[in-house]
């Protein structure tokens, strides 16, 4: 059995979350921005289904990709240089997430709901979420969205609509916290894809030790309004 919080309830230790399913931990609270912020602080991540209970997750093992680990092909790399592509931060967070949120398959199914949009909008509104969003053409191609708590980023998911749009953005958001100091981006749930470019589960232990740290010190919230450059490819 997992605890139903009230609102003023805090979360219960991340080491009683279920095994199966894997890292689900309480239900219930709300998506207020205080709420979002202690969760991200202790590793916690809301993921539910419209019409379910807003259900709290922190899975064992987590994926991760620490920025010294980011791998860019010699292709990638070209890909980078050459493709007519512009890359800003910040200025549709609330259309990264409506695309995000797009149906992917024919079920038609998103965990992306209005509500969510709207409390991760408020989030963003207070400096700690952020969109890393590649356009081609003056239109919105790709981008991804996420957290930034002191020197620690939660990435949350990200689309695509043209080859290597949403794999541009996060290039450039690895580069952009990786001069901030941030040396670890949590991935949340293992893909193939996330593997392939450089992030690694670990333990649940290791990644809250790890962020409690992390979570502390770093830049103070606010919009972000440059990136930093991306390096050249790596073996």
Same mark, same amino acid.
């Given at each position: ?11 219960? +230790? ?35 289904? $419209? *019409? ?6 922190? +899975? ?6 620490? =920025?010294? !680990?980011?791998?860019? =092909?010699?292709?990638?790399?070209? =890909?980078?240089?050459?493709? $007519? ?24 199914? %998103?965990?992306?709901? &209005?509500? /969510? ?16 969003? %590649?356009?081609?053409? *003056? ?20 689309? %695509?609509?043209?080859? &290597?749009?949403?794999?541009?953005a996060v290039a ?11 040396? /670890?981006?949590?991935?949340? /749930?293992?893909t193939s894809h996330?593997?392939?470019? *450089? ?20 830049? !103070? $919230? ?9 390096? !050249?490819? =790596?073996?």
């Open positions: 059995m997992i605890p139903w919080l009230g609102r003023r309830d805090p979360f219960p +230790p991340v080491s009683r979350a279920l095994r199966d399913p894997n890292g689900l931990l309480a239900a219930g609270a709300d998506l207020s921005t205080g709420r979002l912020i202690d969760a991200y602080r202790h590793g916690i991540f809301p993921w539910f289904s $419209p *019409g379910e209970p807003l259900l709290w997750w922190s +899975p064992d093992p987590r994926m991760v990709l620490f =920025t010294d !680990e980011f791998r860019i =092909t010699r292709s990638f790399a070209k =890909t980078l240089r050459n493709r $007519p592509y512009e890359v800003r931060v910040d200025t549709a967070f609330r259309d990264v997430m409506q695309a995000c949120a797009a149906p992917r398959d024919a079920h038609g199914g %998103t965990w992306i709901s &209005d509500a /969510m949009i709207d409390a991760y909008v408020r989030l963003h509104e207070a400096g700690h979420a952020h969109s890393i969003e %590649t356009w081609i053409d *003056g239109e919105l191609a790709g981008g991804l969205y996420g957290v930034a708590i002191g020197r620690m980023f939660y990435g949350e998911s990200m689309f %695509t609509r043209v080859r &290597d749009a949403s794999k541009i450039h958001l690895v580069a952009h916290v990786a001069a901030l100091g941030f040396p /670890m981006i949590d991935c949340q /749930m293992a996330l593997a392939s470019l *450089g992030a690694r589960e670990i333990p649940r232990a290791e990644f809250s030790k790890r962020i409690a740290e992390l979570v502390n010190s770093g830049p !103070e $919230p606010q919009r972000w309004h440059a990136l930093a450059a991306v390096p !050249e490819a =790596t073996p």
